[in-house]
Structures are given as structure tokens and as C-alpha cells.
């Protein structure tokens, strides 16, 4: 379907994410299971909500005002000038000319699955250890 970046909370770590929050204003990713909701027009343009599915490791989600959308942080011209991806507030972000197709294809009740070698999500998680 899609290989492209996915840039991450701007708190969760530079290169690489390894720090990872469900709470307000923390601007950090949160892992997990996702479904998918419908689509709207934001600050940030054509944009997908998302429902996280994991109690205290996603759930506040809506809270948080995480969601799908583009940025012009995603893309190989910045990654050539800055050396790396932009970060979001704790939004998984996608390259703008991607946006719209990535999520025309995944709104109204797909699961995304944000993931990460962490061993605390990997042992908390109730979908996973189920």
C-alpha cells in the first residue's frame, strides 16, 4: 500500500523514538492499537481521528487531539536540510502529498498499530498479552 516516513512527538526523542506518554501536553507518541475514525478539516488540513484502544497507554488519544495528518516536516527536502524528520505534538504525521491517499484508505474503522521495541508497552499491553 504505503512505504513512506511517519514523523513522531517532538518530546519522544531525536533520531530514534524512545520516550513514549499518554498525558496532555506531554508531546510525545503514544503506542499502540488505534482504530481509525472519520476525517475532518484542521489547522493541519485534511486530517484523520483516531480512537486509542489501550487504557493508560493510549486512551487519551481524542484528549490529546492526536490525530493523522500531513506536514511539511515529512519529506526528503527537510531530512536533506535538517538531517532528519520534523516532529509533531505526539501526532503520527505523513508527507503531505501522501496524506490525503494514506488516509482515504485507512478512515472509518481500520486498526493502526504504532510500535516500538519499548519493553514497558510491550508488557503492559492488554491487546498484545492477550
Do not use: W
Request: one cysteine or more; charged letters at 20%.
Amino acid at each position: 500500500l504505503f512505504n513512506t516516513y511517519v514523523a513522531h512527538g517532538q518530546n519522544t526523542g531525536q533520531e530514534y523514538a524512545n520516550r513514549f506518554s499518554n498525558k496532555p501536553e506531554s508531546f510525545q507518541s503514544s503506542l499502540g492499537f488505534y482504530i481509525t475514525t472519520s476525517t475532518y478539516m484542521g489547522k493541519n488540513g485534511f486530517s484523520l481521528q483516531l480512537d486509542g484502544m489501550e487504557n493508560g497507554i493510549n486512551d487519551l488519544a481524542n484528549e490529546r487531539a492526536i490525530v493523522m495528518h500531513g506536514a511539511p516536516y515529512v519529506s526528503e527536502s527537510y531530512i536533506k536540510t535538517k538531517g532528519y524528520i520534523g516532529r509533531s505534538h505526539g501526532c503520527p504525521a505523513v508527507p503531505q502529498q501522501l496524506n490525503k491517499p494514506i488516509i482515504e484508505k485507512i478512515k472509518n474503522g481500520s486498526c493502526l498499530f504504532i510500535y516500538s521495541n519499548d519493553k514497558g508497552y510491550l508488557k503492559r499491553s492488554k491487546i498484545l498479552n492477550t
